[in-house]
């Protein structure tokens, strides 16, 4: 979405202004550890007046900036979004490099104020920038190096998902509603087997509504979020049925927590953690919060500053890259291209199914006891496929030429094998580390 008309303004304009502000020297930083996150606020703030929300996580220093509109109609970046992005990358850029912080990675996210949760994120490894400067990587390589994605947040997501389901559950379809759930939560705690009574007996009531007072959203890492939902209950018994055959009366009010997460790349609700029972003396109790989310029990604390971040490692930003490059790949067999390694690779015509999207992560075996330590494991969601292969032979071919071009270009050694697997399939493709070194 972002490569036409901005692959030549990041790939210029950014290198040539990193190079002349990030001359390197000798000496006390220009900026020390203590002061980055101020410093990058107060350059964004006062040299290209902009707001930024900045934080450290792990060695990944993040910026996150809100713009008036990121996209234009063709689904690039408007003029305005890439001079701001731009200047915002400059700024990080420049901090990174004369820093005595151990900043290995920077990551700007921009929202767009007119599409809610719609978010532009870059991300850069400060090494790759250091080697251009230094002459050792092409302009062109520099580019592919960088990390560029749109995605919905996983925060906005989540608090729509939630919304949904009070929504639906308002109209009293629990049998679909207790289906979605059990197909989905395989990972069920008694927490979440609590909420299912409240499920049960919706059919045993009428009237019902579901008001939301107040809910509030943390990320979490792996595309995870929690939300916590005050919410208020009302209805009148079914016929046939007292207000004692329920186990709260209308007007409750309740607290839940809920994990989202997501599944074939859409969201889907992990757990359901009541935070309200019924003790064995028919009074309503609190539950304390789960001790996996205990850091989080502040609720009032959840806020703006929360913008998702992760601790990056080399490791996972090549994953990334892979996948990256993969798509880049196949778009330009989808449309026109000057890249005729890519042409040789895929025999005419050029594909005959649609990669809907690609994904890149690293494991380790801790992670998944099937895959040997450590290991990429790249997925891939095709559709119109016409075999029963797990990945089509061309597809294959192309994704092992990126592999191989991305481990090569980062001299990384720490991996076992590389793993191809294809959503609705259980077969995977295996790359070991010795075909690809």
């Keep these: 979405m972002l490569m036409r008309g901005q692959k030549k303004f990041f790939l210029f304009i950014l290198p040539f202004w990193v190079s002349f502000f990030c001359i390197p020297g000798c000496g006390k930083p220009s900026f020390p550890r203590e002061e980055v996150i101020n410093s990058v606020k107060q350059i ?6 902009l707001d930024v929300q900045t934080r450290i996580v792990g060695e990944n220093l993040g910026t996150y900036v809100v713009l008036e509109s990121i996209f234009d109609r063709q689904q690039g970046l408007t003029k305005e979004a890439s001079e701001h992005l731009g200047d915002i990358l400059l700024g990080v850029s420049r901090v990174s490099l004369s820093t005595d912080a151990p900043i290995c990675f920077y990551t700007v996210i921009a929202a767009d104020k007119t599409i809610p949760g719609v978010e532009a994120v870059f991300v850069r490894y400060v090494d790759d920038l250091k080697r251009y400067y230094l002459g050792n990587i092409s302009r062109e390589d520099f580019f592919q190096r960088m990390m560029i994605d749109v995605r919905f947040n996983p925060a906005t997501l989540a608090e729509r998902t939630v919304l949904t389901f009070f929504s639906n559950l308002s109209k009293g379809n629990s049998r679909a509603l207790l289906a979605n759930y059990l197909k989905k939560s395989s990972d069920s705690t008694e927490f979440s087997l609590a909420f299912l009574r409240t499920i049960l007996e919706i059919k045993l009531k009428e009237n019902i509504h579901f008001e939301i007072l107040e809910i509030k959203v943390r990320p979490l890492p792996s595309e995870r979020a929690l939300v916590y939902c005050k919410v208020r209950e009302t209805y009148e018994p079914g016929k046939g049925y007292g207000v004692d055959d329920f186990t709260f009366p209308s007007g409750f009010i309740f607290q839940y927590l809920f994990v989202i997460g997501s599944s074939n790349y859409l969201p889907e609700i992990r757990e359901i953690i009541p935070l309200d029972y019924k003790d064995e003396d028919n009074s309503y109790q609190k539950r304390p919060f789960p001790e996996e989310y ?16 992760e601790d990056l490692t080399l490791p996972q930003f090549l994953a990334g890259q892979m996948a990256q490059r993969i798509v880049r790949k196949v778009k330009e067999l989808e449309g026109d291209t000057k890249d005729k390694d890519a042409k040789k690779i895929v025999s ?50 192309l994704s092992f030429k990126v592999i191989k071009d991305v481990i090569e270009k980062y001299h990384f050694d720490d991996f076992k094998e590389v793993r191809l697997s294809r959503a609705s399939s259980k077969d995977i493709k295996i790359i070991s580390k010795s075909q690809i070194r």
């Design 44 to 49: 964004c703030h006062d040299e290209y007046h």
């Design 294 to 309: 205990k850091p989080f029990e502040n609720v009032n604390k959840w806020g703006e500053k929360d913008f998702l971040l």
């Design 348 to 397: 005419e015509p050029s594909l005959d199914y649609k990669v809907d999207s690609v994904k890149g992560h690293y494991v380790r075996g801790e992670e998944e006891h099937s895959a040997p330590a450590p290991s990429f494991r790249i997925d891939f969601k095709i559709s119109k496929l016409k075999t029963e292969e797990v990945i089509p032979k061309n597809l294959y071919d």
